[in-house]
């Protein structure tokens, strides 16, 4: 009964180094989202993604920052080059198939200094 | 403008009274959804709606989704210290690939 994991649960990164953020779904779910909820702001959208695949990325920015859902093992948010402006919440939900409740983990706070 | 507004953005009470908050929106959504956020944890997913006028209750808290699907409200009675945190509604719009459109937040004390 494990809900949706991520790792590392906090992250510090130096400016201009890379960000790795780990997501496992909740068993039986095949679908992955991506949220980045900035301090006094909601969460936002980012990207989401089923297996191999990225359904929609139009929360993305377009510039250092990636995400994969590979066949086997986590899906991966990756930022490349990190600057201030990237310490956030990254928060990751699952849900069973498209539309159905979106259950989220408990987040990976990065801070960029 | 944020697509869904949550109000009031805080809200402190004393334990054992009621309450209500709200979240608009002059869009549809499909369907809308309330969660709970500790500090430092994600958000719980507490209740989803989706028919116009729809009430569903979990415990204490009555949630409405408007005739309309533009708006709802969740209901407090006899509120207490643990219901104390963070309360987001999200809403899915139709056609948009199921990614949520989060308000800001309630935040709700309830003191002893």
Redesign the interface.
Same mark, same amino acid.
């Given at each position: 009964n494990a809900g949706?994991m991520?790792n590392p649960r906090h992250l510090v990164r130096r400016r201009g180094q890379e960000a790795r953020l780990r997501c496992s779904p909740m068993k039986g779910h095949s679908?992955v @989202?991506w @949220?980045r909820q900035l301090p #006094? #702001?909601?969460?936002? =959208?980012m990207v @989401?993604l089923q297996k191999e695949n990225i359904?929609?990325e !139009? *929360?993305m920015p377009k510039e250092r920052f990636s995400a994969e859902f590979p066949k086997e093992g986590p899906s991966i948010l990756r930022i490349q080059q990190v600057v201030r402006g990237d310490s956030a919440a990254y =928060?990751c939900?699952s !849900?069973r198939e !498209?539309?159905n409740?979106? @259950? =989220? *983990?408990? *987040?990976t706070?990065l801070t960029v200094t | 403008t944020q697509l869904l507004e949550q109000s009031p953005q805080f809200l402190s009470i004393q334990e054992g009274e009621n309450l209500t908050v709200y979240c608009n929106s002059s869009s549809v959504f499909s369907s809308l959804q309330w969660y709970r956020q500790e500090p430092g944890e994600g958000p719980v997913l507490l209740v989803t709606v989706v028919t116009g006028g729809e009430v569903k209750k979990l415990k204490r808290l009555t949630f409405q989704f408007g005739d309309a699907r533009k708006d709802s409200s969740l209901h407090i009675t006899a509120a207490q210290p643990g219901d104390t945190g963070l309360y987001l509604c999200a809403g899915e719009r139709a056609g948009a690939n199921s990614k949520l459109t989060f308000g800001k937040g309630i935040t709700l004390s309830v003191r002893p």
């Open positions: 949706v991520q679908h @989202y @949220y #006094e #702001e909601g969460l936002k =959208f @989401y359904i929609d !139009s *929360g =928060f939900a !849900s !498209s539309g409740e979106q @259950y =989220f *983990g408990p *987040g706070r | -």
